[in-house]
Nanobody, 126 residues
Framework: VQLQASGGGLVQPGGSLRLSCAAS????????VGWFRQAPGKEREFVSA????????FYAGSVKGRFTISRDRAKNTVYVQMNSLKPEDTAVYYC????????????????????WGQGTLVTVSS
């Protein structure tokens, strides 16, 4: 499977962006799709995840209430709508997929995912 992450860019604080993660070569069925981010000089951290089969969603505390993850079955794509963006949201955002239905405690860990996209840069700055 190949993952294509897109939608990053430069946005002012308080603005919005929508990231997309599209899969080719395999559908997302029976999978968990996660988003992680890595800021300069920092470790990769969990942002959000969605369990494809039942639509269960998980969020990091730092983005809960501002970010919304969703899936489009027809397009085999996962989205993250990011609102009220802050400078501390600046990072390269990566999508990843694991072809299992992960429980929340596992879905938040990068090591649980076998397949990763190339990353898309989000810069929040005035």
């Amino acid at each position: 499977v190949q993952l294509q992450a897109s939608g990053g860019g430069l946005v002012q604080p308080g603005g919005s962006l929508r990231l997309s993660c599209a899969a080719s070569g395999r559908t997302f069925s029976s999978s968990t799709v996660g988003w992680f981010r890595q800021a300069p000089g920092k470790e990769r951290e969990f942002v959000s995840a969605i369990r494809w089969a039942d639509g269960s969603t998980f969020y990091a505390g730092s983005v809960k209430g501002r970010f919304t993850i969703s899936r489009d079955r027809a397009k085999n794509t996962v989205y993250v709508q990011m609102n009220s963006l802050k400078p501390e949201d600046t990072a390269v955002y990566y999508c990843a997929v694991e072809f299992r239905n992960l429980i929340q405690s596992v879905a938040t860990t990068a090591a649980a995912y076998d397949h990763w996209g190339q990353g898309t840069l989000v810069t929040v700055s005035s």
